[in-house]
C-alpha cells in the first residue's frame, strides 16, 4: 500500500465520523510517524484539520517543532492555514492527492508554499490520485441529500 492510499484510509476515517474525509500522513526515513484526519466537527475546533493535527502528533513523536526531513502525504491540498503550519513546521516535502479548487493553497486558489515572497521552499509533488477526490465528492453528494 502507497503513502497516499495510507492517507486515504485516515480520510475514510473522518468520512465515518461526518467529517469532511482529509487524512494526512507524515513520513520520516520511511517510517510513519503520524496519521491523522479531519476531527473539526467532534472537537468543534476550526484548526483541528488533518494536517495540523499529523504536525500536533510528529512534533511530540520527535521531540522537535522542527519537522525538516519529513513529507507530507495529504489527500487533499491545504488551505492558507494548514499550508502556513506546515511551512512553520519545516517540513521538507509535501505529497497532494487532489486541488481543491475553493480554497487550495498549493497553487489552486493561492501559492503560499512555493512563493519567492515567503522565506520557505517546500518541495510539492501532485500525485493526483482519483480516490481523493471520488472520496470528497462523494461525501458532498451524500451530506447534500
Ligand atoms: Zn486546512
Known amino acids: ?10 480520510a475514510k476515517r473522518a468520512m465515518k465520523l461526518g467529517e469532511v474525509p482529509v487524512g494526512a500522513i ?22 483541528a484539520h488533518a494536517e495540523i493535527l499529523a504536525i500536533q502528533k510528529a512534533t511530540k513523536v520527535l521531540k522537535n517543532w522542527r519537522l525538516s526531513g519529513c513529507e ?8 492558507p492555514m494548514c499550508a502556513g503550519a506546515i511551512l512553520q513546521s519545516r517540513i521538507s516535502k509535501l505529497h497532494i492527492g487532489t486541488f481543491d479548487e475553493k480554497t ?11 512563493n519567492d515572497n515567503l522565506n520557505f521552499f517546500l518541495d510539492l509533488k501532485w500525485e493526483y490520485n482519483e480516490d481523493c ?3 470528497l465528492s462523494s461525501f458532498f453528494k451524500y451530506r447534500r441529500r
Do not use: F, R, W
Open 133 to 135: 477526490s471520488n472520496l
Open 104 to 114: 487550495g493553497a498549493c497553487g489552486s486558489v493561492l501559492n503560499i508554499v512555493q
Open 26 to 47: 507524515i513520513i520520516k526515513d520511511n517510517k510513519i510517524i503520524s496519521k491523522a484526519h479531519n476531527l473539526k466537527e467532534t472537537l468543534n475546533d476550526p484548526t
Open 72 to 79: 507530507m502525504y495529504v489527500t487533499l491540498e491545504p488551505c
Open 1 to 10: 500500500m502507497g503513502y497516499m492510499d495510507i492517507a486515504l484510509e485516515e
